[in-house]
């Protein structure tokens, strides 16, 4: 029928699907009638048939004026951008899809594509966006994903497989003025290739001690997690992992193993440290703020190819095992169409110098906010003016100069900035006031002034 598996099963799922609570529009007049309704103790003076019926289908509760499903908010439509205000201060990721399935466990009342404009409106996160594609990769070596997962086969450490690898936090040099993030230097960060679940420990020295430090927390810490021993380490053959460091592992019985580059840990890395700049910079957090709820956001968002999110497995299921999602990977991909822009509607960021052409061999996007010399795109919003054909593509006229289409980033609505709150100063209580004794008034001693007068001592008399 129509193309559809419509076996008993599938349409079961299917109707489970669409009769749940994130399906529904949570108008602000909807609830408010079903809470005037609770009110008045089921009043049909105090309601309409869709109100009752509403309520009778979903039996929320209402809990401090406000209607409660399964513990989880009722959030109305009014309220949705200000609850996703406060969210992305804290532990929500900024992908579309990991942001809905952390709001999902949380509160009812989110569409992905109310959080994918509200994201995308962020100035904090435009400013730090990526570089738009330019040219399309030929896949050359590989046919499907995942073939890079060889440390989990039994040879080498099975499912309990870490990779760990040094990245290095922004601080303030002579080039770059601005303050550092932190007192710290270095981070020493653990990815579990199973699940891609981060541990991450900052670090104030790059020796051997302090490695073998950071490897003891992580032990402790992937025990208390998952209630299991680390089986292998894969890392590089840096300094900072030997001595102290390899010992330690050995006598714990962990095998080691040394590659050229760990690749899961690398792409950790960049998300982290685009996640801390964020907070620390973009929305200008402190430190212990942002590197705490950075660490939250990076696992808590959606992986694709467990179809989970990485705090979401126990220790049991990585011990079972976690099945993996694919994809296959076409030799040539499909040809994907650089974005088209109308003349005096569209507005747009363009790159500046700095991220462009030989400024990107060492270029960084954690860094977009640390000096003007590491800045992608443009602060102004600017009109595109005017279209030419350049070859085989298109230029358009932006801010007095001509860019290619790779090089503009549509800003599609209102851009939205935000703060840290500014923290309260403490009022520093005044000293008291010393008193001065007032001179006793006497008989003897009888004069105007208030003064006390000693007697003049002569001394050598």
């Keep these: ?38 009110s008045s103790g089921y009043s049909y003076d105090k309601s309409g048939t869709k109100t009752r019926r509403w309520y009778d289908k979903w039996k929320p509760e209402l809990r401090k004026k406000q209607l409660w499903y399964q513990d989880k908010v009722l959030v109305p439509e009014s309220e949705v951008v200000a609850y996703l205000e406060e969210s992305v201060k804290k532990g929500m990721p900024m992908s579309r899809d990991g942001a809905y399935h952390w709001l999902l466990e949380r509160a009812w009342g989110f569409k992905k594509n109310v959080i994918y404009k509200f994201i995308s409106s962020l100035q904090a996160f435009q400013l730090m966006k990526k570089h738009p594609f330019k040219n399309n990769r030929q896949n050359v070596t590989q046919t499907r994903e995942g073939t890079a997962q060889v440390f989990l086969a039994k040879k080498f450490g099975g499912k309990t497989t870490v990779g760990i690898d040094l990245t290095f936090i922004p601080r303030q040099t002579d ?63 840096g300094p900072e992992f030997e001595k102290e460091h390899r010992e330690y592992l050995t006598d714990e019985g962990i095998k080691q193993v040394i590659v050229s580059k760990c690749w899961w840990v690398e792409r950790r890395n960049s998300m982290l440290m685009r996640e801390i700049a964020l907070l620390r910079e973009g929305f200008g957090f402190a430190w212990e703020h942002s590197f705490k709820n950075a660490l939250l956001k990076i696992n808590s968002t959606w992986n694709r190819k467990i179809k989970a999110t990485p705090d979401s497995i126990s220790g049991a299921e ?30 747009v960021r363009h790159l500046l110098k700095s991220a462009m052409d030989v400024n990107t061999i060492l270029w960084k996007s954690y860094n977009a906010f640390r000096d003007r010399k590491t800045h992608i795109w443009s602060k102004t919003v600017f009109l595109v003016k005017d279209k030419k054909r350049k070859g085989r593509t298109v230029q358009y006229f932006v801010s007095d100069k001509w860019f290619y289409p790779w090089q503009l980033q549509l800003v599609a609505g209102p851009v939205l900035v935000i703060q840290a709150p500014k923290p309260v100063k403490k009022k520093v209580a005044a000293k008291p006031k010393k008193k001065i004794p007032r001179a006793e008034i006497s008989s003897s001693n009888l004069r105007r002034g208030t003064r006390v007068r000693r007697k003049t001592s002569f001394y050598g008399r």
């Design 318 to 347: 990585l011990q079972k095992g976690i099945t993996h999602y694919n994809r296959k990977l076409k030799r040539k991909p499909k040809a994907r169409k650089q974005p088209v822009y109308k003349v005096m509607k569209d507005k």
């Design 175 to 237: 080039n770059y003025p601005r303050e550092p993030w932190t007192k710290y230097k270095y981070m020493y960060v653990a990815v579990v290739q199973a699940n891609n679940f981060t541990f991450a420990y900052p670090m104030e020295r790059k020796t051997g001690v302090e490695s073998r430090r950071c490897a003891r927390r992580l032990v402790r810490d992937f025990k208390a997690r998952y209630n299991l021993k680390i089986a292998c380490i894969v890392r590089d053959a």
């Design 1 to 38: 029928m129509w193309g559809l598996d419509c076996s008993l099963k599938s349409l079961v799922n299917y109707f489970d699907f669409i009769n749940t609570m994130e399906k529904c529009q949570l108008k602000d007049d909807l609830l408010d009638r079903v809470k005037e309704y609770i």
